[in-house]
Nanobody, 124 residues
Framework: EVQLQASGGGVVQAGGSLTLSCVGS????????VGWFRQAPGKEREGVSC????????FDAPSANGRFTISIDAAKNTAYLRMDSLKPDDTAVYYC?????????????????WGEGTQVTVSS
């Protein structure tokens, strides 16, 4: 059974940093792509950053704009999203997802496996 567990959300002031974690079981990150997505109230879920299957190529949404960094610790089968220079517009529930995806991996429709979200709130 595949399970993804996201954590690390919280309340942070604008300009601050947070690192989200996603622990996977039943699959292997790196072999499987990992994506981070977010959904703000009243908005559609959108891709933020991802690592594709096999080649570990990363894709970042324009909203990340060099502020977010995705990484994988293979030994822990854990993916991270380091978020710096946070803005109030980054406030959302953040989700991790995984599936076998080669190439572009920022589409929500590409993923079958999703973790529960973790709330990130950026205060001004």
């Amino acid at each position: 059974e595949v399970q993804l567990q996201a954590s690390g959300g919280g309340v942070v002031q604008a300009g601050g940093s947070l690192t989200l974690s996603c622990v996977g079981s039943g699959l292997t990150f790196g072999t499987y792509a990992v994506g981070w997505f977010r959904q703000a109230p009243g908005k559609e879920r959108e891709g933020v950053s991802c690592i594709s299957s096999g080649d570990n190529f990363t894709f970042d949404a324009p909203s990340a704009n060099g502020r977010f960094t995705i990484s994988i610790d293979a030994a822990k089968n854990t993916a991270y999203l380091r978020m710096d220079s946070l803005k109030p517009d980054d406030t959302a529930v953040y989700y991790c997802a995984s599936d076998m995806i080669s190439g572009y991996c920022l589409s929500t429709r590409a993923y079958d496996y999703w973790g529960e979200g973790t709330q990130v709130t950026v205060s001004s």
